[in-house]
Every structure is written in C-alpha cells, then in structure tokens.
C-alpha cells in the first residue's frame, strides 16, 4: 500500500493566478478541483503546494472565457480553515474609498471585492461571506453597514444577501473615530471567530458575529507620517493570525526617509517593530459584549542591526515589505525584499529569526528580465508594476489522502444548483447565481 502523502501545514499562496487553457501544459502533479459556472462553462483549478518560505501557486484553466492579456476573470479572494473562496465573472469590483452619505440601492448586489471576507462558522460546515461598507450617519457617528450571505440560507430568516447596520465601538481614544471617515479597506482576515477589515494606514474593524458587535482599534504607531509614505503603508505593515495559539501579530517596517515606492535613499535605513493583540475578558454594557483590546511591543529592531550580522548574499541591502509572521515559529518572519531600482525587479523572499535576528534562508523569487523569457513572465511584470503580499492559509493540513485516491475536494459552484457536503438539501440558487463565487472544501480522508 502506498503511504500517505502529506501536505505542508500552511501555506503562503500567490495571489498571482496563472492561466493555463492547454491540456497539455496544465500541471498535473498538484491538488485539482474542476466545475461548471452559471453558464454551463468549465474550469478547473489546480494548486501546487509549497513549505514556506516556499511559495505555492494557483492554476487555472478556462475555456470557456475569452483569452486577454490584461484581464484574468478570476480570482482569489480569501480563505478560512478547510475554505478557499474564488470569484468568477460577472462579479464586479468597486473600490471601498470610505464612508458614503448614503447607503446603495438594495435592487442589485455589487460586490466589493476589496472588503469581502470569508468565515467559517464551524457549525455543521457553514460559512458565511461578509462585506463591509461605513456610513457617516452624522458628525462623529460611522456606521458600519454588513451585507451577510450563508451557506445554508434556509437556516436564516431572509434568502439572499442580508444587511444590518451597527454603530462601531473605538477601543481607546474616542476621537479616533476620525480616522474612520477616510476608510480604504486593504485586506480581510479571520481571527478569534471574527472577521477583521484592515486599513494598513489606520487599523482594524472587528466583527463579531456571536455578539453583532463592530470595534475599531487603531494601530499603535506614530501617523506624523510624510503623505508619500502614508500612501504606501500597505507595502510595509502586516497583520499576521496565529491560529493554535489565538495571537494576532502586527509588523510596522517604518522607512527613515519617508518614502513610498521607490529605493531606500543613501544611508537611509528602516525599523521592524511587532506588535501583539492583547485581548481582555467580555465586558457586557447595553446589552453587548465587548473585549478589551490593546497593543504590546514585542521587539523593535533596525536595519544597521540586521545589515551588521547578515551578509549581502543572504540579505540584500534594500527594503523589507509585506512582513509575514510563520504561522508555525512565530519568531520568524517572512518578507519581499525588492529591488526598486528598475522597471522590471529582482524580488527576494527572505525568512529572519527575529530573536537571533539571522537570515534563516534568502531565495530569488522574481528575477528581473531574465524572467521574461520564462513561464513567469506575467508574474514578474505584474509584481514589478504591483506587487501584492502573499496569502497565508492554513487549509492545505485539511488535505489527506493516499497517492492511489483522488483529491478530496467538493466544488461549491455558482451554477443551476449545488450540493453542500454532508447536507441533503440543495443549496438555495438565489444566492449562488448572485454570489458566482466558487467556494472549494478540502476534507481530511
């Protein structure tokens, strides 16, 4: 008999999808799942697996959709535990530039990309699909607007997409909630059984979905910061969640000259400080359960102090960005270490022990132009214009089974009907064919 094959126990997935229509050149040695959308068009997506500081990818193949070499009509959106959520087109994407005046009309969901997350309930498989959108209601009063979808709509009271509307309680410093009114949403995650909207600039808004409470907490650095440098947070913060042990870990690389996108300036140099999530025990006040929630440095360390122990081989001498805690030795810490000197860059991915503050491994990842004769040609000037973090999950250790049986995934499709594994209903079509997401389950055999 075969053994088992493993899995690595998390991963940090290319957000860069790579299309594949050929056959022939479709990989075949990776984790495969295949559907039909709405349309009766067929895909098929593959992921080929890495151990960070590794990098895995996404394949996939679309034949039924037009070939351009500007738009991808697919991509991932999130993932939670076992979950990994994908959007097909005719999904569109707005950008979530801050709080409106007045809500959208109900008469048609758009969904914003941007600020949709994904949360498994851990309730008989469900799942619910969340976006945010903030109201300024009156002067010093944001509300936070939550259009809710579950997997099993008959177990809710309204089909479809659901909407409620809460005030947003701000940890600390009431005036805070100033830095709401400039929202711009830069990446969702899951953390503690909640949902975390992140604006790299500002902070994080909680949801909890078990108290239908929504808390803001601001980050806990300095925002006397130049305009250009603000505008480029994104490329420089970093909010990391340590499931097995329920910690949320925030990385600041501050930059000494103030810049933005571009190369450090000469004898400029940048500092690393992480930051834990402290939180306290439920306080119940007007009927909501509220946790405190505040921040505590854990370390601090400059440039000079790496650059003074690791050699320019294994740390080239330019900017730390999209820091990433590993999830299983939370005292390393990935990082994209670019070189901003031309159009089309070298990027390294680089694996520091913060507490030994040694480059653990360094490897190239985007070779320049040395790429562009290469399958990864696309990757390397779509990261070269804009580079993105990668994105963690954990839901590869869901994946076990031997070589001789197949891959242990079930397609959740935007199409005529769908099953849900375990369940004998079918899942309502309504809010399928207004979602057209794919939501792929991995399960342990």
């Not at 990391?240 to 004898?267: N, P």
């Not at 503050?357 to 000037?381: C, F, H, M, P, W």
């Amino acid at each position: 008999m075969s053994a088992a094959r493993s899995f690595p126990n998390w991963v940090m997935l290319e957000r860069f999808i790579f299309r594949v229509d050929d056959d022939k050149e479709f990989p075949d040695d990776v984790i495969r799942a295949s559907g039909l959308t709405s349309q009766e068009n067929p895909f098929h997506v593959a992921f080929r697996l890495s151990n960070p500081p590794g990098i895995s990818r996404i394949y996939v193949q679309l034949p039924g959709f037009p070939n351009s070499r500007n738009v991808l009509p697919f991509s991932v959106v999130a993932t939670h535990r076992h979950l990994v959520l994908f959007t097909l087109p005719p999904c569109t994407e707005l950008d979530n530039d801050g709080p409106s005046i007045r809500p959208p009309e109900n008469d048609r969901r758009m969904v914003m990309l941007r600020s949709t997350g994904l949360l498994y309930l851990g309730n008989q498989d469900e799942f619910e699909v969340v976006e945010l959108n903030l109201y300024l209601s009156r002067p010093q009063v944001v509300l936070a607007q939550l259009c809710l979808l579950r997997s099993h709509i008959s177990k809710v009271a309204s089909s479809g997409w659901r909407t409620i509307r809460l005030p947003i309680h701000v940890h600390g410093n009431p005036d805070d909630v100033h830095q709401l009114y400039s929202w711009k949403t830069d990446t969702v995650i899951p953390f503690d059984n909640q949902l975390c909207w992140i604006d790299y600039m500002r902070g994080i808004l909680f949801y909890d979905p078990a108290a239908i409470v929504v808390s803001f907490l601001p980050f806990p650095v300095d925002h006397e910061t130049p305009r250009r440098n603000k505008e480029c947070f994104w490329l420089y913060r970093g909010v990391s969640v340590l499931d097995a042990s329920g910690v949320l870990k925030f990385i600041d690389v501050a930059r000494d000259d103030g810049l933005g996108f571009e190369s450090l300036r000469r004898d400029a140099g940048f500092t690393v400080t992480c930051y834990s999530l402290v939180l306290g025990e439920h306080k119940k006040k007007k009927k909501k359960h509220r946790r405190t929630m505040e921040w505590r440095e854990d370390y601090k360390i400059t440039s000079n102090e790496l650059w003074s122990i690791n050699s320019l081989d294994c740390l080239p001498r330019t900017l730390l960005m999209f820091p990433q805690v590993d999830i299983d030795r939370p005292h390393i810490v990935h990082f994209l270490a670019p070189e901003l000197r031309y159009v089309i860059k070298k990027m390294w991915v680089v694996a520091i022990d913060m507490n030994t503050k040694i480059v653990e491994s360094s490897s190239l990842y985007i070779n320049g132009k040395e790429d562009l004769q290469t399958e990864d040609a696309g990757l390397t000037r779509a990261k070269s214009r804009f580079p993105q973090s990668f994105l963690p999950s954990d839901f590869s250790k869901f994946i076990t089974f031997s070589s001789t049986s197949s891959c242990p995934a079930t397609i959740l499709l935007s199409s005529k009907y769908a099953m849900v594994p375990g369940e004998d209903s079918v899942v309502s079509r309504h809010w399928l064919k207004e979602l057209f997401h794919v939501v792929v389950y991995f399960y342990a055999l």
